[in-house]
Protein backbone atom coordinates (compact mmCIF):
# COMPACT_ATOMS: atom_id res chain seq x y z
CA UNK A 1 0.00 0.00 0.00
CA UNK A 2 1.42 3.82 -0.82
CA UNK A 3 2.18 5.94 2.13
CA UNK A 4 2.59 9.67 2.20
CA UNK A 5 3.72 10.89 5.54
CA UNK A 6 3.58 14.52 6.28
CA UNK A 7 6.15 15.78 8.91
CA UNK A 8 7.16 19.14 10.28
CA UNK A 9 3.94 20.79 10.86
CA UNK A 10 3.28 22.78 14.29
CA UNK A 11 2.69 26.40 15.86
CA UNK A 12 5.06 28.73 14.52
CA UNK A 13 5.01 32.24 15.40
CA UNK A 14 4.82 35.12 12.19
CA UNK A 15 7.52 35.68 10.50
CA UNK A 16 8.78 32.08 11.47
CA UNK A 17 10.09 28.83 9.80
CA UNK A 18 8.78 25.23 9.30
CA UNK A 19 10.63 23.00 7.04
CA UNK A 20 7.86 20.33 6.09
CA UNK A 21 8.62 16.51 5.26
CA UNK A 22 6.70 14.11 2.76
CA UNK A 23 8.40 10.50 3.07
CA UNK A 24 7.16 8.37 0.40
CA UNK A 25 6.78 4.46 0.34
CA UNK A 26 5.74 1.82 -1.70
CA UNK A 27 6.09 3.88 -5.51
CA UNK A 28 8.95 4.52 -8.11
CA UNK A 29 9.61 7.88 -6.07
CA UNK A 30 11.97 8.94 -9.00
CA UNK A 31 9.15 9.49 -12.04
CA UNK A 32 6.78 11.30 -9.69
CA UNK A 33 5.49 14.41 -9.62
CA UNK A 34 5.33 15.68 -5.66
CA UNK A 35 3.39 18.46 -4.43
CA UNK A 36 2.07 20.47 -1.53
CA UNK A 37 -1.22 21.20 -1.40
CA UNK A 38 -3.24 23.36 1.99
CA UNK A 39 -6.37 23.78 2.99
CA UNK A 40 -7.58 26.40 5.32
CA UNK A 41 -10.98 26.01 7.66
CA UNK A 42 -14.08 27.02 5.31
CA UNK A 43 -11.69 27.33 1.77
CA UNK A 44 -10.67 24.71 -0.83
CA UNK A 45 -7.55 22.89 -1.31
CA UNK A 46 -5.09 24.95 -3.32
CA UNK A 47 -1.82 23.96 -4.50
CA UNK A 48 1.13 25.53 -2.58
CA UNK A 49 4.19 23.82 -4.72
CA UNK A 50 5.17 21.33 -7.18
CA UNK A 51 8.51 19.77 -8.32
CA UNK A 52 8.76 17.61 -11.32
CA UNK A 53 10.96 14.80 -11.19
CA UNK A 54 13.26 16.60 -13.29
CA UNK A 55 13.31 18.83 -10.64
CA UNK A 56 11.39 21.46 -12.10
CA UNK A 57 9.35 24.12 -9.55
CA UNK A 58 6.35 25.59 -9.73
CA UNK A 59 5.07 27.94 -6.44
CA UNK A 60 1.74 29.53 -6.06
CA UNK A 61 2.01 33.53 -6.42
CA UNK A 62 1.08 33.85 -2.27
CA UNK A 63 4.13 31.87 -1.74
CA UNK A 64 6.83 32.92 -4.18
CA UNK A 65 10.11 33.90 -2.58
CA UNK A 66 9.15 32.36 0.38
CA UNK A 67 8.52 29.11 0.41
CA UNK A 68 10.94 26.42 -1.36
CA UNK A 69 10.25 22.94 -2.53
CA UNK A 70 12.63 20.04 -3.10
CA UNK A 71 13.24 16.53 -3.00
CA UNK A 72 15.89 13.79 -2.22
CA UNK A 73 15.07 10.81 -4.68
CA UNK A 74 17.99 8.81 -2.32
CA UNK A 75 15.57 9.14 0.32
CA UNK A 76 12.14 8.90 -1.15
CA UNK A 77 11.23 12.26 0.54
CA UNK A 78 9.87 15.52 -0.73
CA UNK A 79 10.08 18.97 1.36
CA UNK A 80 8.69 22.45 1.80
CA UNK A 81 11.06 24.87 3.51
CA UNK A 82 8.48 27.93 4.48
CA UNK A 83 9.86 31.14 5.65
CA UNK A 84 8.72 34.33 6.59
CA UNK A 85 5.43 33.00 7.72
CA UNK A 86 2.15 35.04 7.81
CA UNK A 87 -1.56 33.72 9.54
CA UNK A 88 -2.94 33.28 6.44
CA UNK A 89 -0.21 30.31 5.72
CA UNK A 90 -2.40 28.67 8.81
CA UNK A 91 -3.74 25.77 7.12
CA UNK A 92 -3.43 22.12 7.02
CA UNK A 93 -0.62 20.95 4.63
CA UNK A 94 -0.80 18.03 2.31
CA UNK A 95 1.93 16.23 0.15
CA UNK A 96 0.87 14.92 -3.36
CA UNK A 97 2.48 12.22 -5.75
CA UNK A 98 1.47 11.95 -8.98
CA UNK A 99 2.54 10.13 -12.24
CA UNK A 100 -0.03 9.92 -15.12
CA UNK A 101 -3.35 8.84 -13.70
CA UNK A 102 -1.56 7.33 -10.42
CA UNK A 103 -2.30 10.28 -7.74
CA UNK A 104 -1.84 9.94 -4.02
CA UNK A 105 -2.34 11.87 -1.01
CA UNK A 106 -0.94 12.24 2.44
CA UNK A 107 -2.50 12.16 5.57
CA UNK A 108 -1.75 15.70 6.18
CA UNK A 109 0.39 18.14 8.74
CA UNK A 110 -1.36 21.16 10.72
CA UNK A 111 0.53 24.58 10.10
CA UNK A 112 -0.35 27.06 12.32
CA UNK A 113 1.15 30.29 12.11
CA UNK A 114 0.03 32.71 15.18
CA UNK A 115 1.76 34.85 17.91
Known amino acids: QVQLVESGGGLVQPGGSLRLSCAAS????????MGWYRQAPGKQRELVAT???????NYADSVKGRFTISRDNAKNTAYLQANSLKPEDTAVYYC?????????WGQGTQVTVSS
Open 96 to 104: NAAHWSNIY
Open 26 to 33: RIPFTVYA
Open 51 to 57: ITSGGST
